[in-house]
């Protein structure tokens, strides 16, 4: 069992920056073995991916709407996964979610994802 709790959402002007955080307990294997991955929806959109991670931290992937101005990152040591945000847009205003797949390796795709936080609203004023 996988618990995923975000934090570090609000509301900030454009251009400006977030740090989102998602907390990971597990009472199974270990955080370090699962891949991990943000993903955003909007009023009225449907889920879509924003970035994602591999068990090490090696591998990276991003939306190319977020490329270049998030980055995500891991510590294996604090089960934690983060979502730096700069440069924010408007259209980045969403609920942002951390989700967990058991798998060592990351992947864009929300359906391959074993489990998810409740999500940490993100809003950006213009």
């Known amino acids: 069992q996988v618990q995923l709790v975000e934090s570090g959402g609000g509301l900030v002007q454009a251009g400006g920056s977030l740090r989102l955080s998602c907390s990971c307990t597990?009472?199974?294997?270990?955080?370090?073995?699962?891949?991990m991955g943000w993903f955003r929806q909007a009023p009225g959109k449907e889920r879509e991916f924003v970035a994602a991670?591999?068990?090490?931290?090696?591998?990276?992937n991003y939306a190319d709407s977020v490329k270049g101005r998030f980055t995500i990152s891991r510590n294996n040591a604090k089960n934690t996964v983060y979502l730096q945000m700069n440069s924010l847009k408007p259209a980045d205003t969403a609920i942002y979610y951390c989700?967990?797949?058991?798998?060592?390796?990351?992947?864009?795709?929300?359906?391959?994802?074993?489990?998810w936080g409740q999500g940490t609203q993100v809003t950006v004023s213009s």
């Open positions: 991670i591999s068990w090490s931290g090696g591998s990276t």
């Open positions: 989700a967990a797949r058991a798998s060592y390796y990351s992947t864009s795709y929300s359906s391959s994802y074993d489990y």
């Open positions: 597990t009472s199974g294997p270990s955080f370090s073995s699962y891949g």
